[in-house]
C-alpha cells in the first residue's frame, strides 16, 4: 500500500531564517505531487505541483519554492520566512490526473 | 474559473442530530466532486467522491449527491457522533483531468454529548 510522509510535524522559526519541508511517498512510482497551504481561517490553496523529477509548475507568486530531487521526493523552500508563511502545509499525491489526491499528515509552521 | 462555495461554519450540532453541509460549485462541463475530511491536527482524508451526474457517494454514514442541475454536492449524515468533529471540504476537479483539485474553505463541525 502506498503511504505519504511529511516532516517535521511542528516547526517555529524566526522571520527571516531559510525553511526545508520534506513530503515523501511509499509504494508507488512517478506520482503527482502537490504542495498546499491551509492557512488560519482559510482554505486550502495550491502553491505547487509536479508531474515528474525536476518539473514545477507554481500557481501563486511567493516566498516559497519547490523542488522535486527524485521521483518521491517533493521539497518546499525558503530562503527567508516572512509572519505570512506561517500556516499549515500538506503534501499531496496522485497516480495520475484522473484519479483521488492522498494527503500526508502536515507540518505545522509558526514564523515570529 | 472553478470554484467551491461551502456554507460558512462552524456547525454545532448534538450527538444523533441530523447534518447538511452544503456545497455548490461552478465549472464548465462536468467536474468531479469530492468530500475530504480533517480531524484535528491531522491531515485530509477523502470522504467520499462523485464523478458525474446524478452519482451518489457514500461514506461512513456520510452522503452527496451530484446535481448537476443545481451544481451542488451537499454532505449530509443522518446521525452524527462526537467523532465526527471535524473541519469538512468540498471540492472539484475539472472536466477531462487537471492537475489541480478546487477547495472551499472548509466548514468546521463540532458535535456535542
Known amino acids: 500500500s502506498q503511504t505519504i510522509h511529511q516532516w517535521p510535524a511542528t516547526l517555529v522559526q524566526p522571520v527571516g531564517s531559510p525553511l526545508s519541508l520534506e513530503c515523501t511517498v511509499e509504494?508507488?512510482?512517478?506520482?503527482?505531487l502537490y504542495w498546499y497551504r491551509q492557512a488560519a481561517g482559510r482554505g486550502l490553496q495550491l502553491l505547487f505541483y509536479?508531474?515528474?523529477?525536476?518539473?514545477i509548475s507554481s500557481e501563486v507568486p511567493q516566498n516559497l519554492s519547490a523542488s522535486r530531487p527524485q521521483d518521491r521526493q517533493f521539497i518546499l523552500s525558503s530562503k527567508k520566512l516572512l509572519l505570512s508563511d506561517s500556516g499549515f502545509y500538506l503534501c499531496?499525491?496522485?497516480?495520475?490526473?484522473?484519479?483521488?489526491?492522498?494527503f500526508g499528515p502536515g507540518t505545522r509552521l509558526l514564523v515570529l | 474559473g472553478d470554484s467551491v462555495t461551502q456554507m460558512e461554519g462552524p456547525v454545532t450540532l448534538s450527538e444523533e442530530a441530523f447534518l447538511t453541509i452544503n456545497c455548490t460549485y461552478t465549472?464548465?462541463?462536468?467536474?468531479?466532486l469530492f468530500w475530504y475530511v480533517q480531524y484535528p491536527g491531522e491531515g485530509l482524508q477523502l470522504l467520499l467522491k462523485?464523478?458525474?451526474?446524478?452519482d451518489k457517494g457514500s461514506n461512513k454514514g456520510f452522503e452527496a449527491t451530484y446535481r448537476k442541475e443545481t451544481t451542488s454536492f451537499h454532505l449530509e449524515k443522518g446521525s452524527v457522533q462526537v467523532s465526527d468533529s471535524a473541519v469538512y471540504f468540498c471540492?472539484?476537479?475539472?472536466?477531462?483531468?487537471?492537475?489541480?483539485?478546487?477547495f472551499g474553505k472548509g466548514t468546521k463541525l463540532t458535535v456535542n454529548p
Open positions: 499531496a499525491w496522485t497516480r495520475d490526473t484522473q484519479e483521488t489526491q492522498y
Open positions: 509504494g508507488t512510482s512517478n506520482p503527482n
Open positions: 509536479s508531474v515528474g523529477i525536476g518539473q
Open positions: 465549472a464548465t462541463g462536468y467536474p468531479s
Open positions: 462523485a464523478t458525474k451526474a446524478d
Open positions: 471540492a472539484l476537479r475539472s472536466q477531462g483531468g487537471s492537475e489541480k483539485l478546487v
